[in-house]
């Protein structure tokens, strides 16, 4: 089985773009890295609010882009309920919130298959474990 592509702007936080083999960048769409305003199912939402201003404040620049606005809203308004009430938190939606934070790459085994700038972590120093 083939892995799946990796995106350009993974290519290119990891310094392995190259024209000749991912294509001249003038030729493809921009996936602009601006994000828009909260989605109101977010706003509404103290949990929702504060997971998304994390995951925005903390995400490597180029990684989420706006495609990515649904998924993400999802995840932060899924995140809240969880965090809100964990004991009534249903396995599907234990298994919803697992695979939003797969597509994000919100996980070990999915962060390390998009890539980016090390920050201090791994074999050159310490990890740093945020709670």
């Known amino acids: 089985m083939a892995n799946n592509r990796k995106p350009d702007n993974v290519h290119r936080l990891n310094g392995t773009y190259a024209v000749t083999r991912h294509g001249n960048p003038d030729d493809k769409p921009d996936w602009s890295t601006e994000f828009p305003d909260m989605p109101d199912c977010v706003a509404s939402n103290e949990g929702a ?3 998304w201003n994390r995951i925005l ?8 882009t706006r495609t990515d606005l649904p998924l993400l809203a999802l995840h932060c308004v899924t995140w809240a309920a969880f965090d809100k009430d964990p004991d009534s938190f249903l396995a599907a939606d234990k298994t919803q919130m697992r695979l939003t934070e797969k597509e994000l790459g919100f996980t070990p085994v999915s962060r390390g298959s998009i890539g980016g700038a090390k920050k201090g972590g791994g074999a050159d120093g310490p990890v740093t474990i945020r709670r």
């Open 49 to 51: 609010k504060k997971e």
């Open 57 to 64: 404040a903390e995400a490597p620049s180029g990684v989420i």
